[in-house]
C-alpha cells in the first residue's frame, strides 16, 4: 500500500522546477476531490480528538461516557449544576476512582448535601483558586498528570476561559490516564462553548415536580461522538429551604 502526501505548496514549486522534486517523496497530482472530501478521509484526525467507539446502550451522563474527553456542563438561573455534577462525581467514586474539585468560584457545593447524595468527601480532593482561572487550569493539569484521579471537575462560574493549548494538554492527559475533565460553566444554552476541544457539552435545566422533588433534565448540545440531541433526566429532592 503506497503512501502519498499532498502538498500544495510544495506540488506548486515542483511544477514549475521539477529538479526541485525530493527523491524520497513523490509528489503526484491530487484528484478531483474537494478539501472537504480530504478532511473527511478516516485516516484524518482532528488535534485533541480521539478515535473510539461509540459506547453501548442509552447515553447518560456518566463518567463512562465522559471518559477520555474534555466536557462542559452549563446552567442558567434555571439550572441545577451542581446538582447534576455531583451526580458524576458520584458515579466516580463508585467506580472506585478518587475526583478532585477544582474552583474559581467563591461559593462551592454545600458538603452536607454532597454527603446526603451518598459523595464520599474523604475521597474528594478540593482545591480552591481564589478566581483565577489560569491556576485552575494548572491546577487541573498536575493532577491529571498524576494518574490518580478518575474525574478532575473545573468550577468555572460565570466568565469562563481556557486557553486552547491548555484545554489541548487536558484532552491528550484525560486520554493517557482514562480519566474525564468536567468544566462546569455559568451560561446561556446559546452561548459559545469554552472552546472547539470541548467534546461533550450539556444544559442543565431545574423543574419543580409535586411534593420536595425537582426534575433536573441535562440537554445535549454538543456530542461529537454520538451526535448531539440526546437527553438525561433524574429525580432530586431539593433541600428544605427551597419548599
Known amino acids: 500500500m503506497a503512501l502519498v502526501a499532498y502538498d500544495v505548496a510544495a506540488y506548486d514549486v515542483a511544477a514549475h522546477d521539477p529538479a526541485l522534486l525530493s527523491p524520497a517523496l513523490e509528489i503526484v497530482p491530487a484528484p478531483a476531490q474537494t478539501m472537504a472530501d480530504l478532511l473527511r478521509h478516516p485516516a484524518l484526525q482532528r488535534l485533541g480528538e480521539q478515535i473510539t ?111 486552547t493549548p491548555l484545554q489541548g494538554r487536558l484532552v491528550q492527559l484525560a486520554i493517557k490516564h482514562d480519566a474525564a475533565v468536567l468544566c462546569l460553566t455559568e451560561k446561556e444554552p446559546d452561548a459559545a462553548s469554552l472552546g472547539s476541544l470541548v467534546s461533550l457539552r450539556g444544559q442543565v435545566q431545574r423543574r419543580r415536580c409535586p411534593g420536595k422533588n425537582f426534575s433536573c433534565r441535562i440537554g445535549t448540545l454538543k456530542d461529537k461522538r454520538r451526535g448531539p440531541g440526546w437527553t438525561a433526566e433524574e429525580m432530586r429532592r431539593g433541600p428544605d429551604g427551597l419548599h
Open 53 to 163: 467507539s461509540v459506547p453501548e446502550g442509552k447515553p447518560v451522563w456518566s463518567r463512562a461516557e465522559m471518559t477520555g474527553r474534555l466536557c462542559e456542563l452549563s446552567a442558567g438561573a434555571d439550572g441545577a449544576l451542581l446538582s447534576a455534577a455531583m451526580a458524576v462525581v458520584l458515579d466516580t467514586q463508585l467506580a472506585g476512582d478518587p475526583v478532585a474539585w477544582v474552583t474559581v468560584t467563591a461559593a462551592t457545593f454545600y458538603p452536607p448535601d454532597a454527603v446526603a447524595c451518598g459523595v464520599d468527601l474523604a475521597a474528594l480532593v478540593v482545591v480552591r483558586t481564589a478566581g483565577n482561572m489560569r491556576a485552575a487550569g494548572r491546577a487541573a493539569d498536575v493532577l491529571l498528570r498524576s494518574g490518580a484521579y478518575g474525574l478532575v471537575v473545573l468550577d468555572l462560574g460565570t466568565s469562563a476561559a481556557l486557553p
